[in-house]
């Protein structure tokens, strides 16, 4: 298995305040450079912003306002020394979004929707990434009837290709979620990710980004997402965190509902070299409810913690004790010798 070393990244929206849909903020916002601070006090890389995260207000902004400052944050990055790993449209915040963005049935807000992407490139080139990546957060249904999937699919794709065409260098990773804040998505799974990728105009340019909450959400295990979309070298981001089962989406600390699962995505993203052609793992995790403030970083500082502990798990592994249960299919055995690989001596 490949020894490479990993690179960490995290968002600005990943230092969170507390809200729920039942109840308001418990921690009082800090500010960005606070939250850059204390991405470098924890030996991070890199830092993934939504276009909004980089430009506040970034709709109601004139183009050389965000230009400027999109300079201003390309500064303070590059004298922490952290890069930009990606830029997202946060469309969902909106209130032409209301109904969607891109799949929307109103002409007017669609078209926002495309225009609000191609700033989100505009500032991903201005801070040095070529990577965007789409959560199609409200492009789907809360009741069926009030849309035409079909063609949904067909926004979509020309949405992608109004980005692939504006900048002939950037990529899309398309990040899917089976539920919330819809009913249902029209982009559940990674394979849907793909799929539509194949429709655009430049299929090579279109990926993914595997999100282990979402993954679970939609009934599916990580590891087998992450080798799906790394069978077609389309793995460009990964977002891990952890979902106890079907609930809303938890943004868990990676691997605190189900070590064996994080165990398999590490082990996929091992044998499947992630990182090495410059890939960052990213925790897209949320600090607990009742987190006190002085407690604030924990869940990103251990997320990564047992992400390493389990990278040592997956290179010490009896492969040859496992391929041989294997070969004898003993599945018993094999399920107690990984048991007993995570419990330790
Ligand atoms: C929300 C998403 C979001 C994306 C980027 O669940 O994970 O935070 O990662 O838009
Ligand atoms: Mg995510």
């Not at 890199?46 to 207000?57: G, K, N």
């Not at 969902?92 to 609000?116: H, L, V």
């Not at 090495?276 to 500082?301: C, I, M, N, Q, S």
Request: with cysteine.
């Amino acid at each position: 298995m490949a020894k490479h070393t990993y690179k960490f990244c995290f968002g600005p929206w990943n230092i969170s305040e507390g809200q729920d849909p039942y109840g308001p903020p418990v921690r009082t916002p800090q500010t960005f450079d606070w939250k850059l601070a204390a991405l470098k006090k924890l030996g991070y890389d890199a830092m993934m912003f939504h276009d909004d995260d980089a430009v506040p207000d970034v709709s109601s902004k004139s183009d050389a306002q965000v230009r400027k400052e999109t300079r201003e944050l390309r500064k303070k990055l590059h004298d922490a020394g952290v890069a930009a790993e990606l830029v997202a449209p946060r469309l969902w915040f909106d209130p032409r979004t209301i109904d969607g963005a891109y799949t929307s049935n109103d002409p007017q807000c669609r078209r926002y929707a495309i225009e609000r992407s191609l700033r989100t490139i505009d500032i991903a080139n201005q801070l040095g990434t070529k990577l965007i990546v789409l959560w199609l957060a409200r492009e789907g249904s809360y009741i069926r009837e009030s849309k035409n999937a079909r063609q949904c699919v067909d926004y979509l794709v020309e949405a992608i290709n109004r980005m692939l065409a504006y900048d002939k260098k950037i990529r899309i990773s398309i990040e899917p979620k089976p539920n919330e804040p819809m009913d249902h998505a029209y982009i559940p799974t990674i394979g849907h990710a793909l799929a539509l990728a194949q429709l655009t105009s430049d299929p090579e340019r279109v990926g993914c980004l595997i999100e282990t909450a979402h993954a679970i959400l939609a009934g599916l295990d990580p590891a087998d997402e992450i080798d799906f979309a790394m069978s077609f070298g389309k793995l460009w981001s990964i977002h891990l965190n952890d979902q106890n089962g079907l609930k809303f989406d938890q943004d868990k600390p990676f691997g605190s509902a189900n070590l064996r699962v994080a165990f398999n995505q590490v082990r996929a993203l091992e044998r499947n070299g992630y990182g090495t052609r410059g890939e960052y793992v990213a925790f897209d995790v949320h600090p607990f409810r009742p987190t006190k403030p002085e407690h604030w970083l924990a869940h990103l500082e251990n997320s990564r913690r047992t992400f390493l502990k389990l990278v040592q798990k997956a290179r010490t592994f009896d492969e040859k004790q496992a391929r041989a249960l294997i070969r004898d299919r003993n599945y018993a055995d094999l399920d107690q010798l990984v048991i007993e690989h995570l419990l330790g001596k």
